[in-house]
């Protein structure tokens, strides 16, 4: 019996929801189920936000790897819109260093308006590997004030370097005279 990829697409978003939901409860016993998690975790930029949101916070909140969580970020930042922000912002403000750093990431993907605002209000209460994840998530989204804005209040020489090369990247030349 062969079926249509819409068809195929909400079979595997179901079936990575049900994995997901049944997956987050504890630590991963073995690879393979590191492996599932991850699938599961993938498979929800299938879903709606309305399903996916509630599972990828339990994996954002549970025992699971970093690995695991990073690909969670990264689907966040596929959906974007003010939960999946608020998801990101908690983990900018309470993950590992790692996690802090691919959540920053993933907000450049997702784009927001506000949510680049909110980094740039932020912006000098992070630490030089937040500030530098999130002069990145500047540029991925094309925010050429949160740029500029580093690039007129940093003292630190490397903050400096860093934003003027990603504006001349950008081809932002003009906002640097």
């Known amino acids: 019996m062969s079926r249509t990829l819409p068809e195929v697409l ?11 939901a049944s997956l987050t409860a504890g630590a991963a016993d073995s690879v393979a189920d590191e ?6 975790v993938e498979a929800l930029v299938m879903s709606s936000p309305e399903r996916a949101l509630p599972l990828i916070g339990r994996v954002l909140d549970g025992d699971g790897s970093d690995e695991l969580k990073t690909r969670a970020l990264f689907v966040l ?3 974007g819109g003010a939960e999946a922000n ?3 912002f908690q983990t900018v403000e309470s993950g590992s260093q790692e996690l802090r750093v691919e959540a920053l ?3 450049g993907i997702a784009g927001d308006d506000a949510a680049m605002a909110r980094l740039r209000a932020s912006f000098s209460e992070f630490d030089a590997p937040a500030r530098m994840a999130t002069m990145e998530a500047y540029m991925i989204a ?9 690039a007129d209040t940093t003292d630190d020489p490397m903050m400096f ?16 005279r």
């Open 10 to 20: 909400r079979l595997a978003a179901l079936t990575a929801a049900v994995s997901c």
């Open 142 to 150: 094309g925010y050429v004030e949160g740029l500029v804005a580093v």
């Open 161 to 176: 370097d860093q934003a003027v090369n990603i504006l001349a990247a950008m081809g932002e030349v003009e906002v640097l």
């Open 105 to 107: 990431r993933a907000i």
């Open 86 to 88: 608020e998801l990101l």
């Open 35 to 40: 492996a599932i998690r991850i699938t599961a």
């Open 77 to 79: 930042g596929q959906f």
